[in-house]
């Protein structure tokens, strides 16, 4: 052999540029590759994706919208200009809970599953993709499973006459996606940190995200409930995403905190758990 | 340069994929590798040998670009890790420990999906995973999800997996843990076949059957630290005698035994179990043991292997 | 006769006296008339389970309780149980939330708990491996079910007695019925979940009880429904329940509690039925 060995001794000039070319579309597109994946993963359930997607307002809308409607005997609610329809009232309260729903179920196990049960944030994790394009993507994958859900909700709410304005239609699905983020993405940073799995999920679901649900307003005004218990609802996502899609959809009652405040909390959760969720997830795989 | 390779001149004609200069790695007093020097030539298969703790893992993750080095100098296909870890990742394959595929999906939907994670397009992806089924004799489970699959063909399905990218260096950690003999045959024949196609290998591992099977080059790690490093050839060549003669009396008797025959061997080795006693001709020690009326439970020869040299740098067995 | 105690039992199952039962024959394959192993068994396991879990499944119901009877009732006057007997609002949704407890309890104990021990937990296969059953593990589950089930239900009607909810002493009676209404649903919970092979199948049992709770009379009376619907809530399990615990806890019953108690025994005897043919099929190949 000759001084100059072909392929091999050039070898190191050749295999880093070919790795600085490789890196490329990762470095830019990484997230989405990781969002792709779980979306793929999604279709698995894809089924009760789509029918509870569908389902749930259904049920929700009738037999609270309509059937606990009818049995009421004075009006729950005011809006701007007086008493509004009790569906109405409920309908982007309900909303923004199915969104954080789908939060509960996608940021929960499935974090654990990826870090501990089955790993595959290591997989992912040993690619080019790095770990806060991991978070991104699945945050990426659960936006579009709360995204199917909204806009399912904001078609049967439309179909139940239950907005009070065209605007209220369109944008409080958006709301409720914040909503389900403020709620969600510190529960993402909360999960990515749990080393072995005690029942806390369970936890999670019976202590918080029922309290938030059943104390929030979300079936009759916050101000209804004893002082001690209004501040459940003060930092719950489900009362600021339901005050919000009412201030839109029929104006809000004189005294209600104004619409920026509510966004601001709900913009504030949703970027706390956030950065504290990509921390947790470089920590844990670097 | 030379002195430091000696007996793989190979190594100084190219420049290395992999090279590490006083590599340490720390958490917090814990020393998980305590400054190594290693180079890996494109082509050559390297291996890491030392027990389980012994810190080749956590050098794996170093070159994988996963874990950042505390101290020393580490260079990857020419890139440093720490600011190049995508490029590095992007070619590289890496086979972990413990598998971690996607059990809910089909066999080839993750090769495909894995694929993706490199940005290489869905066409592409598919393509390359139907070639890669043939290769890990996997083809006709493409449809099977990942769960139905035994142990032996995830492992292969991993390794599939790690080669979608056409890595410069395939890592593999503990290739063969936990399978069977003939599902560890099956793989180690996959990998010689990469191996003459020219791909760079780097492999751990705390079987010495599967150092000696798959290695051109390796280094006996320990404590964080690289102990020896030569050819399996080599090691043993330096370390420890041609053959081994293992001898049982009991446990009770084997440390007087060892003290009576210590003149018969080379070096001898007292092990809870037995006796080693390391020579040129075993047979022929075996024969001066039986005269001097010494008569133990069994006895075996046998040729010596990585374990010996293990043994005689450590003090310990690979496999406790 | 009692099987030697294999090395490798389970060390708290040996604590437990073997006894077996005559069993009638054909079913003898299947059960050992060990099921308390297995009840032993999950009993241990709640002992070293996080408290705050176990507590869990008794506040929710309290939380509903709150929210529901006491927030909204402040918009609802009394309601109209029997023509010209009225109760309030609390009084009238807090044996609804009982009931719906004791069927989630239940439904939760014998399809999600049972499936990831059948498929995950590998739980079973350690126990069929001993003399126990398949019958055995399902008729233990179950018990385990129920067993928690009325240590709820006690909690429940403790609180309801405190907030003055219990309006005639026949809600001492709304135990037993409790108890009845989770064996009917754990039993045919414990029968569906045989048929489930995949963690995707069980999310449609979700599905299923939503609009069980939702439209059972739990909140509000069939009456505000068309009459159409009105009779397809009345084939339900959970009305069946709703309406029996209700009956029991405010003392006027709003129809014949023998009635919703055969239709629980019905489906006790269909469920258990379902699972002892299809454990057969499953283990006895």
């Given at each position: 052999m000759s001084t100059e060995q072909a392929p091999a001794t050039t070898g190191e000039g050749s295999v880093r540029d070919e790795a600085l070319a490789a890196a490329v579309r990762p470095r830019r597109f990484g997230a989405w590759y990781v969002a792709e994946h779980r979306l793929r993963s999604m279709r698995a359930y894809g089924g009760t994706i789509v029918i509870g997607g569908i389902g749930q307002p259904l049920l929700y809308l009738l037999g609270i919208g309509l059937g606990l409607a009818a049995f009421l005997?004075?009006?729950?609610a005011s809006g701007a200009h007086g008493p509004v329809s009790y569906l109405w009232f409920v309908a982007p309260a309900l909303m923004a809970s199915a969104a954080i729903g789908v939060a509960l179920d996608e940021f929960t196990y499935a974090v654990l599953e990826g870090f501990k049960w089955r790993r595959l944030f290591w997989a992912m994790n040993a690619s080019p993709v790095s770990p806060d394009q991991i978070a991104t993507g699945l945050v990426i994958a659960v936006v579009g499973r709360m995204g199917f859900v909204v806009v399912a909700y904001g078609v049967l709410v439309v179909l139940f006459g239950a907005t009070g304005s065209v605007l209220g239609a369109l944008l409080t699905p958006v709301v409720a996606v914040l909503g389900g983020l403020a709620f969600g993405l510190p529960l993402l940073a909360y999960s990515a940190s749990i080393k072995e799995e005690t029942g806390q999920f369970a936890v999670v679901q019976r202590f918080i995200f029922t309290p938030l649900f059943l104390f929030s307003g979300t079936f009759y005004p916050l101000a209804t409930l004893p002082i001690w218990l209004q501040p459940i609802g003060w930092v719950s996502p489900v009362w600021h995403a339901a005050e919000v899609g009412r201030a839109l959809s029929y104006g809000s009652p004189p005294g209600a905190w104004p619409m920026w405040a509510h966004l601001l909390v709900l913009v504030a959760m949703a970027a706390g758990g956030w950065v504290v969720g990509r921390r947790v997830f470089v920590r844990r795989l670097r | 340069m030379a002195d430091v390779w000696v007996g793989s001149p190979r190594v100084l004609a190219v420049n290395p994929v992999i090279e590490a200069r006083a590599l340490t790695k720390t958490y917090g007093e814990l020393v998980a590798v305590g400054g190594i020097d290693l180079q890996v030539a494109p082509g050559e298969s390297f291996g890491l040998l030392g027990?389980?703790?012994?810190g080749k893992s956590t050098t794996m993750r170093m070159i994988g670009a996963v874990s950042q080095r505390t101290s020393g100098t580490l260079s990857v296909l020419g890139l440093d890790p720490d600011t190049h870890g995508p490029e590095i990742r992007s070619r590289l394959g890496v086979v972990p420990q413990e598998d971690n595929l996607d059990t809910e999906l089909t066999v080839r939907d993750n090769l495909i999906v894995y694929g993706r994670y490199f940005g290489i397009p869905r066409a592409a992806c598919a393509r390359r995973a139907d070639e890669l089924l043939d290769f890990a004799e996997l083809a006709d489970k493409a449809k099977v999800k990942v769960d139905a699959l035994s142990g032996g063909m995830k492992r292969r399905l991993t390794i599939a997996r790690a080669l979608i990218n056409e890595p410069a260096v395939l890592m593999l950690d503990e290739p063969t843990t936990g399978l069977d003999p003939q599902a560890r045959h099956v793989l180690w024949d996959r990998l010689f076949r990469l191996k003459e196609r020219g791909t760079t290998l780097v492999v751990t591992t705390h079987y010495m059957d599967e150092a000696e099977q798959l290695c051109d080059r390796l280094v006996v790690v320990d404590h964080g630290r690289i102990m020896a490093e030569g050819s399996p050839a080599e090691l043993i060549r330096t370390y420890s005698t041609r053959e081994v003669l293992e001898l049982r009396f009991g446990s009770s008797r084997n440390a007087q035994a060892a003290v009576d025959l210590a003149d018969l061997a080379e070096r001898i080795e007292v092990l809870p179990d037995r006796v080693l006693l390391y020579a040129e001709d075993g047979e022929a020690v075996l024969a001066q043991v039986r005269s001097r009326g010494l008569d133990p439970t069994t006895s075996l020869v046998r040729r010596s292997s990585l374990e010996d040299v293990f043994l005689r740098l450590t003090g310990r067995s690979l496999i406790e | 006769m009692t099987a030697p105690v294999q090395g490798e039992a389970p060390r708290h199952d040996d604590a437990l006296p073997v006894r077996r039962r005559r069993v009638p024959r054909g079913v003898g394959a299947l059960y050992a008339g060990n099921a308390r192993a297995v009840l032993g068994r999950a009993l241990l396991a709640t002992r070293s389970s996080t408290w705050m879990v176990v507590l869990s499944g008794f506040f929710e119901p309290v939380f509903y309780l709150l929210a529901m009877g006491y927030g909204l009732g402040t918009y609802i006057g009394d309601v109209e149980v029997a023509p010209g007997r009225t109760v309030a609002y609390a009084a009238y949704i807090a044996p609804a939330l009982l009931a719906v407890s004791a069927m989630n309890g239940a439904v939760y104990d014998s399809t999600w708990n049972v499936f990831f021990k059948m498929h995950f937990g590998k739980l079973y296969q350690a126990m069929l491996a001993?003399?126990?059953g398949p019958l055995d593990v399902a008729l233990g589950e179950i018990g385990y079910a129920l067993l928690r089930g009325a240590v709820y239900g006690v909690g429940f009607l403790t609180v309801m007695q405190v907030m003055g909810l219990n309006l005639s002493w026949t809600a001492l009676l709304a135990l037993p019925a409790l108890v009845l209404v989770a064996f009917a649903f754990a039993s045919v919970g414990m029968a569906i979940t045989s048929f489930m092979s995949t963690f995707q199948q069980m999310d449609w049992i979700n599905l299923v009880m939503l609009p069980m709770f939702l439209f059972s009379a739990t909140f509000y009376p069939l009456s505000v429904y068309p009459p159409l619907l009105q009779h397809v809530i009345t084939a339900l399990p959970l009305w069946h329940a709703v309406e029996l615990v209700r009956g029991l806890t405010t003392g006027i019953p709003g129809s014949s509690p023998w009635g919703h108690v055969a239709y629980f025994a019905v489906m006790i005897a269909l469920g258990i039925t379902f699972t002892t043919r299809r454990l057969r099929a499953l283990f006895l190949r």
């Open positions: 005997d004075q009006p729950v | 027990p389980n703790g012994a | 001993t003399s126990i």
